[in-house]
DNA sequence: CGACGAAATGTATGTTTATTCAACACATGA
DNA sequence: TCATGTGTTGAATAAACATACATTTCGTCG
């Protein structure tokens, strides 16, 4: 696990500094500090950032205008606490993720989506012990919810019916 | 010089209208409006135009916005009312349609909807600030998107965070 | 420990995008 | 007219990217 997470902080701060054109270059990057992957590895870590790709080569959605984005940037310590405390499961139905919270918290962790938003999470509905996220698609909503599970330090088999 | 504009003029409205996930689309819907061009004019095309790929397909960074005059029956008069004086932003995700509105506000406009049901619209739930319509499909959710934009006058440039 | 399951990653390969190069269209000027 | 230059495009191809499947890693439980 750990590993992983030394490796996308690295491709944040890279692609935060300057642009970056290739995949094949975020693998050389890598390397240079002494982290080993493989350009699928690289592709993965993209998507699951939010990267996307324009003429000059790969940026991090808000990176223009928020100072801060990435994914396993400090901001996101509250979040993790607040999954770790109250979430309960996490489950998709489309391009819906449905959590659940224990009764009366669901309030709390909506808040946590609300400050530190994401360009792939559309909406956030919350309930008494329910929140409706609303992702771009399914395949964000899958992403979102192996994301919240691992923060909420779930195990990932639980999950439904 | 000129030819490649209309071209390029189908590819921003495509592109404005949702979400192109490759190259090869724009070739087909170019073609459905009877323009032919191969993958690589559009590989060109989407480069000048500024066009960005994300893990949801390509976006126009900068988005003009372009009005469009519309008819809406005398009924809709407190819908539109509502949307000009409450909605921030409109976006779609699946065959949702995720509504923003400023803090409590939200519950306002979902009245709205309950009270001009339409055949399209499976229905509504309202938070304090966001509203989730349930469409039949996404066709329908990029149109309700667009309709109710154009009820609240707002522009159609956003998209990004 | 060994077996198992889940997650992460690499390899190989399929898919998508960018580029090279030749052909064509159109304008300009001798 | 013909030569020449400029710009656009398609076909072929190279480069880049995504993904299916196999492998490794790591934790858990007997």
Do not use: W
């Amino acid at each position: 696990m750990g590993k992983g997470v030394r490796r996308r902080e690295l491709i944040v701060a890279a692609l935060q500094q300057g642009t970056v054109a290739s995949q094949a270059e975020v693998c050389a990057l890598l390397e240079s500090h002494g982290v080993e992957a493989t350009q699928a590895t690289v592709s993965r870590d993209l998507r699951e950032l939010g990267a996307i790709k324009s003429a000059d080569g790969y940026r991090l959605i808000g990176q223009a205008s928020n100072g801060s984005a990435g994914l396993y940037s400090n901001s996101e310590k509250s979040m993790r606490q607040a999954l770790e405390t109250f979430l309960v499961s996490a489950e998709v139905a489309g391009n819906l993720l449905v959590l659940k919270t224990g009764p009366g918290q669901a309030q709390v962790v909506a808040v946590e989506f609300d400050r530190h938003p994401q360009p792939q999470v559309v909406g956030v509905i919350a309930g008494d012990d329910t929140i409706f996220l609303a992702l771009k698609n399914e395949k964000c909503a899958n992403a979102m919810r192996d994301r919240v599970i691992d923060l909420a330090g779930l195990s990932r088999s639980g999950g439904g019916s």
